[in-house]
């Protein structure tokens, strides 16, 4: 009886490793995905035609507001490259910063923007917020910055 629970237990933990170094193999992302950037059809850019984002102006200072006041900032850009740029995802640092980003494709030589809300409701002080797009440019990802001093109005 001793020997068929040892050779069980040996079997459930060969399995159980086995089924771990699979599920790794499983999550890694290739370096096709990582290392050549993508046209928004999905194949490899050829050298030269990735999309490429430029922006007029990444970090946005909205100065002095008051509490409770919501501000908005358009950031341009510009797709410069040889291929389509899309935009798979724009993130604020926080519920208060909420940015809008077109859908669909930007072709090469058009302009589009990133449009951000700033909600100042219980700021106060210096603040930086920022923006995280995911595209296909390499490097994937954009970080937009925007800041503020927030004034809190004196109660009566």
Known sequence: M???IFVASMFTILVACTNDAKKEEQEKISTDVI???STALGTAAQPGSAPAMVFIEENH????????EKVSYSF???NT???ELVISNAQGSCGCTVPTYPKGAVKPGEESKIDVVFDSEGKSGVV?????LTTNCNP???ILTINATIDVPEKD
Do not use: H, L
């Open 2 to 4: 001793r020997k068929f």
């Open 35 to 37: 290392n050549v950037p």
């Open 61 to 68: 200072d909205f100065g002095r507001i008051t509490q409770g």
């Open 76 to 78: 341009v850009f510009k």
């Open 81 to 83: 490259g040889g291929s």
């Open 128 to 132: 930086q917020k920022t923006v995280t």
């Open 140 to 142: 994937s990802t954009k």
